[in-house]
């Protein structure tokens, strides 16, 4: 595929055929052999021909094959015009994840890794369709819906200041529980509080390096300070939500006359009927991944709590992302706000200085992004910077990218201990699954830092800190 580069960062693939608009890859040079060598960049160029899609079909340089999008896609479709796609927005609806900082040094933590991570194990039930000890009932889990984190704030689960930190609130407005099907209600109930599989974690890690001290003091952060990032999502529900409305979709796409270069882009227009329940049935599937990361942080906190002593230890929400989501919002196209879609799949929302959406504390700042890395390596806090707002609805990548598929993962993983090549390393892993290891050893993954330089480099974040871990619970 051929590609004209425009800078160190960008890659632009120039507009052809059916492309209603260019494509542009944001990726190094040394990124982008690997992006290449899959197909993924045909994925940006498919995105490129569906209806009312303005600006460019873009890709992060954490990209790698998806579902009719690629992972780490980014698209926005005129609200009048043009239309949303499950396949933007992925089978684990708002997989997400969230920062918290803790009042625990590095020294504190060493000395009680393996315990932590042990006792997070017990608290979190994690692996391939897990079940949680809270069973909800039909009325409790339409309340989920409804209500996101708030529901689990408000049933004991947490403190209040954790939805300020919490994109949307933790509460993602427009939610219709009428519109999932039985059987998403049914696989969503025993699973609220469950950590899920592959490549969802609770990572312990401390801050190593602070490159913007003002903006890591409005998060609580300090250097050598233990943090914890959890990362799951809408576990069977959301992956049922997005099964169900695929089939909707498929016929949605032929009734409206849409020609698909890849069935696997099935859509419809946002404000036709069908587009409108995709709309408020993921929007529950997004409320039931902020109450579910709502419920793991809770048990985090009770497990830090009971290992260090319930005075002595504090642990508050910096900030907590969706990945897989699409969002009505307001942007500047050619100099007009216009009334967006916003597909981001596999990919952070990350808004600049001074819109309203961001936190109070964060505003002048822009919004905390997070950018977590394979269980060897290293994590990023960054913040959203104006270039996100000029070029991209404000967005950026979301982690470090696959560089190996699971499979071969395994293969090169034969013959070897990961968790022994961890604990070498100074950090204890402990996985649910069986296999996971192997799946999520640090070789399957792009160099984080790399992948961070990329979209600093390009002027759509800031660097605030870089996290190294000490242990991971894997699903």
Same mark, same amino acid.
């Given at each position: 595929?051929?590609?004209?580069?425009?800078?160190?960062?960008?890659?632009?693939?120039?507009?052809?055929?059916?492309?209603?608009? @260019?494509?542009?890859?944001?990726?190094?040079?040394?990124?982008?052999?690997?992006?290449?060598?899959?197909?993924?960049?045909?994925?940006?160029?498919?995105?490129?021909?569906?209806?009312?899609?303005?600006?460019?079909?873009?890709?992060?340089?954490?990209?790698?094959?998806?579902?009719?999008?690629?992972? !780490?896609?980014?698209?926005?479709?005129?609200?009048?015009?043009?239309?949303?796609?499950?396949?933007?927005?992925?089978?684990?609806?708002?997989?997400?994840?969230?920062?918290?900082?803790?009042?625990?040094?590095?020294?504190?933590?060493? $000395?009680?890794?393996?315990?932590?991570?042990?006792?997070?194990? #017990?608290?979190?039930?994690?692996?391939?369709?897990?079940?949680?000890?809270?069973?909800?009932?039909?009325?409790e889990e339409r309340h989920v819906l409804t209500e996101g984190a708030r529901w689990a704030v408000r049933a004991g689960y947490g403190e209040a200041t954790?939805?300020?930190?919490?994109?949307?609130?933790?509460?993602?407005?427009?939610?219709?529980?009428?519109?999932?099907?039985?059987?998403?209600?049914?696989?969503?109930?025993?699973?609220?509080?469950?950590?899920?599989?592959?490549?969802?974690?609770?990572?312990?890690?401390?801050?190593?390096?602070?490159?913007?001290?003002?903006?890591?003091?409005?998060?609580?952060?300090?250097?050598?300070?233990?943090?914890?990032?959890?990362?799951?999502?809408?576990?069977?529900? +959301?992956?049922?939500?997005?099964?169900?409305?695929?089939?909707?979709?498929?016929?949605?796409?032929?009734?409206?006359?849409?020609?698909?270069?890849? @069935?696997?882009?099935?859509? #419809?227009?946002?404000?036709?009927?069908?587009?409108?329940?995709?709309?408020?049935?993921?929007?529950?599937?997004?409320?039931?991944?902020?109450?579910?990361?709502?419920?793991?942080?809770?048990?985090?906190?009770?497990?830090?709590?009971?290992?260090? +002593?319930?005075?002595?230890?504090?642990?508050?929400?910096?900030?907590?992302?969706?990945?897989?989501?699409?969002?009505?919002?307001?942007?500047?196209?050619?100099?007009?706000?216009?009334?967006?879609?916003?597909?981001?799949?596999?990919?952070?929302?990350?808004?600049? $200085?001074?819109?309203?959406?961001?936190?109070?504390?964060?505003?002048?700042?822009?919004?905390?992004?997070?950018? $977590?890395?394979?269980? +060897?390596?290293?994590?990023?806090?960054?913040?959203?910077?104006?270039?996100?707002?000029?070029?991209?609805? !404000?967005?950026?990548?979301?982690?470090?990218?696959?560089?190996?598929?699971?499979?071969?993962?395994?293969?090169?993983?034969? !013959?070897?201990?990961?968790?022994?090549?961890?604990?070498?390393?100074?950090?204890?892993?402990?996985?649910?699954?069986?296999?996971?290891?192997?799946?999520?050893? @640090?070789?399957?993954?792009?160099?984080?830092?790399?992948?961070?330089?990329?979209?600093? +480099?390009?002027?759509?974040?800031?660097?605030?800190?870089?996290?190294?871990?000490?242990?991971?619970?894997?699903?």
């Amino acid at each position: 595929m051929r590609l004209t580069q425009i800078d160190a960062y960008r890659w632009e693939l120039p507009q052809t055929d059916a492309m209603r608009v @260019p494509g542009l890859i944001y990726a190094s040079e040394h990124l982008l052999p690997h992006i290449l060598s899959e197909r993924a960049p045909e994925q940006v160029r498919n995105v490129a021909s569906l209806p009312g899609i303005v600006g460019r079909s873009m890709a992060m340089p954490d990209i790698h094959w998806g579902y009719g999008f690629p992972i !780490g896609g980014v698209a926005a479709f005129d609200v009048e015009q043009g239309v949303i796609s499950p396949g933007g927005v992925g089978y684990d609806i708002n997989c997400g994840v969230r920062l918290m900082g803790t009042s625990l040094s590095r020294d504190e933590m060493r $000395p009680k890794v393996k315990d932590t991570v042990t006792a997070l194990a #017990a608290a979190i039930p994690s692996g391939i369709g897990a079940s949680s000890a809270l069973r909800l009932t039909g009325a409790e889990e339409r309340h989920v819906l409804t209500e996101g984190a708030r529901w689990a704030v408000r049933a004991g689960y947490g403190e209040a200041t954790d939805l300020d930190g919490i994109e949307e609130g933790g509460c993602m407005p427009g939610a219709d529980h009428t519109l999932l099907s039985p059987r998403a209600l049914e696989r969503g109930r025993p699973q609220l509080g469950t950590l899920g599989s592959g490549n969802h974690f609770v990572e312990i890690a401390y801050v190593d390096e602070i490159t913007d001290p003002e903006a890591a003091t409005l998060m609580g952060l300090a250097q050598g300070s233990v943090t914890l990032t959890i990362h799951s999502g809408s576990r069977g529900l +959301g992956y049922q939500v997005c099964d169900d409305y695929l089939h909707t979709m498929l016929k949605a796409s032929a009734k409206y006359g849409i020609a698909l270069p890849d @069935p696997q882009l099935c859509c #419809a227009p946002v404000q036709s009927p069908e587009g409108s329940a995709y709309l408020a049935a993921m929007s529950a599937a997004v409320n039931y991944a902020f109450a579910n990361r709502q419920l793991l942080a809770h048990w985090s906190r009770a497990v830090l709590a009971s290992l260090f +002593g319930q005075h002595r230890v504090r642990a508050w929400t910096i900030y907590e992302v969706a990945h897989n989501i699409a969002k009505l919002e307001h942007h500047s196209v050619d100099g007009v706000m216009k009334r967006l879609c916003v597909h981001r799949k596999g990919a952070t929302r990350a808004f600049g $200085p001074g819109r309203p959406e961001v936190p109070a504390k964060y505003r002048a700042k822009g919004q905390p992004v997070l950018v $977590p890395g394979d269980m +060897g390596r290293c994590s990023y806090v960054l913040m959203g910077a104006p270039g996100a707002m000029k070029e991209t609805f !404000g967005s950026s990548c979301h982690g470090a990218g696959r560089l190996l598929s699971r499979k071969g993962a395994v293969r090169q993983a034969r !013959g070897r201990s990961i968790s022994r090549e961890l604990a070498a390393q100074g950090v204890f892993v402990i996985a649910a699954g069986r296999g996971t290891l192997e799946e999520e050893m @640090p070789e399957a993954y792009k160099d984080v830092s790399l992948v961070v330089d990329a979209v600093t +480099g390009a002027g759509l974040c800031t660097k605030v800190a870089r996290l190294k871990p000490l242990g991971c619970l894997k699903g």
